[in-house]
């Protein structure tokens, strides 16, 4: 009958309409979430204010000399039209000048995080300051760790000798060798993954990640009796005890002398 069939037809149309309407209103959604694991261009505000500030100009990718920022496509998982970077394709070069940070037009990129008081009293630019993430250095595939002689990731450092030193230590396999071991320094090293490109192990062995991820904190029961930062953290500590083992219910004068722990 023509009736059913329009009918039908109309039927179709709508369910068709509102599963696009559905996948559109996903992508807003989608795109105003924030994406932990990205990381931003210098000066870069916390993740949340940056997604409720960044209005995708895309203005500080144009700024960028070395095409390192990219805005996100729908494609790329992450929230559609704000500035990332991705070290192991082209990492944050350190321009001194930071032209990325003065061209973004919100605040988004903040240059009071990036800036430093010289001796006249202004502020000036300095990218040393940047925090864009931490550099995590994985030993199980690291092959200065292993013993094989590499230090690609100390000499392609910006801040070589500063942000990542390389310790000397015995090689335990051989017992007559040392190991050239890379150290990533927390409070220098800006995150612009200079280091992770450089890496020559087939997946970067040395990566950079967001600094608020890579960096965890200690128990409020441990701290650096010299560091007076260290000692203000725990002022307000409890005295409740919060990890409970089998051994807990012992003094410790009854195991400590143990021979089999």
């Given at each position: 009958m023509p009736e059913r069939r329009e009918f039908l037809l109309k039927a179709c149309k709508g369910i068709g309409v509102a599963a696009?309407?559905?996948?559109?209103?996903?992508g807003f959604i989608g795109e105003g979430k924030s994406a932990p694991l990205m990381l931003r261009p210098p000066g870069a505000v916390p993740e949340k204010d940056f997604i409720a500030s960044c209005i995708k100009c895309g203005m500080c990718v144009e700024a960028c000399p070395y095409d390192t920022l990219v805005l996100a496509k729908p494609e790329d998982d992450k929230p559609i039209g704000t500035p990332y970077f991705t070290p192991r394709t082209i990492p944050c070069y350190m321009c001194k000048d930071i032209p990325c940070v003065p061209a973004c037009p919100t605040g988004s990129l903040d240059q009071s995080l990036v800036s430093e008081t010289n001796k006249e009293g202004e502020l000036i630019l300095n990218v040393d300051l940047a925090?864009?993430?931490?550099?995590?250095?994985?030993?199980?595939t690291c092959i200065a760790y292993a013993g094989i002689q590499c230090d690609a990731c100390y000499r392609a450092c910006p801040l070589i000798g500063k942000a990542?030193?390389?310790?000397f230590?015995?090689?335990v396999r051989t017992g007559k060798h040392a190991?050239?071991?890379p150290v990533v320094h927390s409070d220098v090293c800006t995150g612009c993954g200079v280091c992770e490109k450089a890496c020559v192990t087939q997946k970067a062995s040395i990566f950079v990640l967001p600094r608020n991820i890579a960096m965890g904190e200690s128990s409020e029961r441990y701290f650096k009796g010299w560091d007076e930062r260290d000692v203000e953290r725990i002022k307000d500590a409890t005295t409740e005890v919060t990890t409970k083992t089998p051994r807990s219910d012992r003094a410790p004068v009854d195991y400590l002398n143990e021979e089999d722990l």
């Amino acid at each position: 009958m023509p009736e059913r069939r329009e009918f039908l037809l109309k039927a179709c149309k709508g369910i068709g309409v509102a599963a696009t309407g559905g996948l559109v209103w996903s992508g807003f959604i989608g795109e105003g979430k924030s994406a932990p694991l990205m990381l931003r261009p210098p000066g870069a505000v916390p993740e949340k204010d940056f997604i409720a500030s960044c209005i995708k100009c895309g203005m500080c990718v144009e700024a960028c000399p070395y095409d390192t920022l990219v805005l996100a496509k729908p494609e790329d998982d992450k929230p559609i039209g704000t500035p990332y970077f991705t070290p192991r394709t082209i990492p944050c070069y350190m321009c001194k000048d930071i032209p990325c940070v003065p061209a973004c037009p919100t605040g988004s990129l903040d240059q009071s995080l990036v800036s430093e008081t010289n001796k006249e009293g202004e502020l000036i630019l300095n990218v040393d300051l940047a925090k864009i993430g931490l550099a995590v250095i994985d030993r199980e595939t690291c092959i200065a760790y292993a013993g094989i002689q590499c230090d690609a990731c100390y000499r392609a450092c910006p801040l070589i000798g500063k942000a990542i030193t390389v310790d000397f230590t015995r090689n335990v396999r051989t017992g007559k060798h040392a190991m050239r071991a890379p150290v990533v320094h927390s409070d220098v090293c800006t995150g612009c993954g200079v280091c992770e490109k450089a890496c020559v192990t087939q997946k970067a062995s040395i990566f950079v990640l967001p600094r608020n991820i890579a960096m965890g904190e200690s128990s409020e029961r441990y701290f650096k009796g010299w560091d007076e930062r260290d000692v203000e953290r725990i002022k307000d500590a409890t005295t409740e005890v919060t990890t409970k083992t089998p051994r807990s219910d012992r003094a410790p004068v009854d195991y400590l002398n143990e021979e089999d722990l």
